[in-house]
T-cell receptor, first 114, second 109 residues
Framework: ETGVTQTPRHLVMGMTNKKSLKCEQH?????MYWYKQSAKKPLELMFV???????ENNSVPSRFSPECPNSSHLFLHLHTLQPEDSALYLC?????????????FGSGTRLTVV | LAKTTQPISMDSYEGQEVNITCSHN???????ITWYQQFPSQGPRFIIQ???TKVTNEVASLFIPADRKSSTLSLPRVSLSDTAVYYC??????????FGKGNQVVVIP
């Protein structure tokens, strides 16, 4: 257990479904991140939140919608996804945006779009 | 964003010391060097972080030469459970992590 908890661990959804991924941290960190890891590809940074404010959005399609209601929780809302969106989605947190003391990752949600 | 280059893969025998290298020629003055370990279907796990010279903790050592254009992660006496992908990252202060493809280390009995 890393201190960053992601649910669900596995998710299968159809292309017309709407689902949400949840991330929770109780490490007192102020920055949270969503990453996507596709097979055989490097991790791709999707979104960065610092003190509940979105500070980065790396050209992610609008079918992915993040939400950060407070510094401990981060959501990724999914709708009308494509099969190529199937991947491991990882949430991370850090004490601040600089990540000077390192980032703590959750175990990820394995998403399959059918 | 500083780019890193690592070997794609390497094998090592159980009980040996493993040294994993990383090149980061365009590292910036404010950048720290951080290494992560990732097992299949899990998130990366922080191993060690350094700025210059040598850093050691309970699991690894990190060697950084004076020009800081490269770094070496040293894992003493590896075991089968150290089989994983190891990432070297060079971070700016924007909170962005540029993960490369990492180095797949396979520990052989």
């Amino acid at each position: 257990e890393t201190g960053v908890t992601q649910t669900p661990r596995h998710l299968v959804m159809g292309m017309t479904n709407k689902k949400s991924l949840k991330c929770e941290q109780h490490l007192g960190h102020n920055a949270m991140y969503w990453y996507k890891q596709s097979a055989k590809k490097p991790l791709e940074l999707m979104f960065v939140y610092s003190l509940e404010e979105r500070v980065e959005n790396n050209s992610v399609p609008s079918r992915f919608s993040p939400e950060c209601p407070n510094s401990s929780h981060l959501f990724l809302h999914l709708h009308t996804l494509q099969p190529e969106d199937s991947a491991l989605y990882l949430c991370a947190s850090s004490q601040d945006r600089g990540g000077r003391l390192g980032y703590t990752f959750g175990s990820g949600t394995r998403l399959t779009v059918v | 964003l500083a780019k890193t280059t690592q070997p794609i893969s390497m094998d090592s025998y159980e009980g040996q010391e493993v040294n994993i290298t990383c090149s980061h020629n365009n590292i910036a003055t404010n950048d720290y060097i951080t290494w992560y370990q990732q097992f299949p279907s899990q998130g990366p796990r922080f191993i060690i972080q350094g700025y210059k010279t040598k850093v050691t903790n309970e699991v690894a050592s990190l060697f950084i030469p004076a020009d800081r254009k490269s770094s070496t992660l040293s894992l003493p006496r590896v075991s089968l459970s150290d089989t994983a992908v190891y990432y070297c990252l060079v971070g700016a202060l924007l909170g962005r992590l540029a993960f490369g493809k990492g180095n797949q280390v396979v520990v052989i009995p």
